[in-house]
């Protein structure tokens, strides 16, 4: 069967259908791929880019102002500041209370104190507030919480205290010194023949002091006394100044 073309109502040219058929181009295997992969695109969805938010997603800046206490949060602003350390007014009759009582309790922590701190150094101190927090039981305060304590607990206190004392060096000394028929050393013997005399309105040095020297023991200044003898002038002393004040040989 022939097959003509028609163009503007006149037939160009006829052709058998079958050789049409046969003039026909198989697709060949490239083809077939480049089709396949059009229509894989095809139904592959396209990636939308992601768009550009257009808000500003940049985080507030925070404000941290630094101290040692309380933390305070107000919006972005955290503040943080320092606890105001409340002091306690000790109560009625407590050795806080007590000036006298605190006076002698704040003495003695302070001779201890000196004396310790002649052989161990600076960390007498805080040696001395730490071993005494611990034998009476302080714990999480500083030692001057015994302000608040009843002026009952002071003597026990005391009592602690002046036995600290008394094993420091200067604390035996003057322990030892403070014994019937002890004879001191020399500069102790100065130090109380000066206390003695100013019941008198006098000093080592006047001329009424030479006099009594060189009445009792024949010498005219200390240096020629001896170690015994300064002992007995002052025991001579002492003993003039408790009779002025009404006190019994």
Same mark, same amino acid.
């Given at each position: ?29 490239? +083809?077939?791929?480049?089709? !396949? ?8 969805? &396209? ?9 500003? &997603?940049?985080?507030?800046? /925070?404000?941290?102002? &630094? ?8 919006? +972005?602003?955290?503040?943080? &500041?320092?606890? /105001? ?8 009759? /407590? ?6 009582? %605190? ?7 302070? %001779? ?9 150094? %600076? ?5 001395? #507030?730490?071993?005494?927090?611990? +034998?009476?039981?302080? %714990? ?24 600290? #004392? ?23 013997? #100065? ?14 040095? /006047? ?8 009445? #009792?023991?024949? !010498? ?13 002038? !002052? ?15």
């Amino acid at each position: 069967m022939a097959v003509g073309e028609e163009r503007n109502g006149k037939v160009i040219a006829l052709r058998p259908v079958a050789e049409d058929a046969k003039c026909a181009k198989k697709p060949g295997r490239n +083809d077939l791929k480049k089709r !396949v992969s059009e229509i894989l695109e095809e139904a592959t969805p &396209t990636k939308k880019k992601p768009r550009r938010s257009s808000k500003n &997603t940049t985080p507030p800046t /925070s404000m941290r102002i &630094t101290g040692n206490g309380n933390v305070q949060v107000a919006g +972005d602003v955290i503040i943080t &500041t320092k606890q /105001s350390e409340k002091k306690i007014l000790p109560p009625p009759s /407590s050795i806080g209370a007590d000036p006298l009582l %605190k006076s002698r309790i704040t003495t003695l922590f302070n %001779k201890i104190g000196e004396a310790r701190e002649k052989r161990f150094g %600076k960390s007498a101190y805080s040696v001395l #507030y730490s071993k005494f927090k611990r +034998d009476f039981g302080i %714990k999480n305060n500083k030692w001057t919480a015994i302000w608040t304590w009843p002026k009952e607990c002071a003597p026990a206190i005391i009592d602690y205290l002046e036995d600290k #004392y008394s094993n420091t060096i200067q604390g035996r000394l003057e322990k030892a010194a403070s014994k019937g028929g002890y004879i001191h050393t020399r500069p102790y013997l #100065y130090k109380k023949e000066s206390e003695l005399l100013e019941h008198f309105g006098l000093t080592v040095k /006047s001329p009424g002091i030479r006099e009594l020297l060189k009445s #009792y023991f024949g !010498v005219s200044s200390h240096t020629q006394l001896s170690h015994l003898e300064h002992w007995q002038f !002052v025991c001579y002393l002492e003993g003039l100044v408790r009779q002025i004040e009404g006190g019994v040989d």
